[in-house]
């Protein structure tokens, strides 16, 4: 008996199916990729909020109540400034980045080059710090966090009556410093980036005043 070959249309079908199979495995492979980039650039974002913020706290909480100059010519010191888009402060700077000492550390809310703002850290050794020389940082200013809508520092110090006072977006009290900082931040959508609202206590003023419980959001007298 004569083998039966395929016929012409046979022949299509079944190239036509395997075309199907391979176009569904195709889009099946590439979902897959997608989905697992997309997992690890959420994995990166939130990862690079949380070491910054991390870094953040670090810093401010641990700030110290060392006096910097503020103009050589009238001996003006500061322990701290800030407004709604600078503050600055000394501090310790982590052992990895450090060569010993106090640093003058700034953070700063910038325009990006692609629109928004950014959020930068720039620092310099205390000793030999002189504010009327424009002297290079010890590293080139880091940008902490970008695709900022819009941001604003607020500092909350102490009343005459020895109570929280107001938030204010300016600290100007020479000799001393604010008792919380807080950084509000409305993120771009785009950057996809989620950054709560952050209030940081100063160390260097809390232990005096209490502490700050974030449980209960305020001052606590004893945190010594």
Do not use: C
Request: no cysteine.
């Amino acid at each position: 008996m004569r083998a039966r070959g395929f016929t012409l249309i046979e022949l299509l079908l079944s190239i036509l199916l395997l075309g199907m199979l391979i176009a569904g495995a195709w889009a099946g492979i590439t979902t897959a990729t997608k989905a697992a980039r997309s997992g690890e650039s959420l994995i990166d974002r939130t990862n690079r909020v949380r070491v910054a913020q991390e870094f953040i706290r670090r810093q401010i909480r641990n700030a110290l109540a060392v006096p910097y100059p503020v103009d050589k010519s009238t001996g003006e010191t500061r322990t701290f400034e800030g407004d709604a888009d600078v503050m600055r402060f000394v501090a310790p700077m982590p052992g990895y980045l450090s060569r010993g000492g106090a640093y003058l550390q700034t953070l700063e809310l910038r325009p990006a080059r692609g629109g928004g703002r950014e959020l930068v850290f720039a620092h310099e050794l205390l000793n030999g710090y002189d504010p009327d020389k424009h002297r290079d940082a010890e590293r080139d200013p880091v940008v902490l966090i970008e695709g900022i809508r819009s941001a604003r520092f607020e500092y909350r110090g102490l009343d005459e009556t020895g109570k929280l006072g107001e938030w204010e977006e300016e600290w100007d009290e020479p000799g001393t410093q604010p008792v919380l900082v807080r950084m509000k931040f409305d993120m771009d959508e785009r950057s996809r980036y989620i950054w709560p609202e952050i209030v940081v206590p100063v160390l260097a003023n809390s232990a005096n005043a209490g502490f700050y419980d974030p449980f209960y959001g305020s001052i606590t007298p004893g945190g010594g």
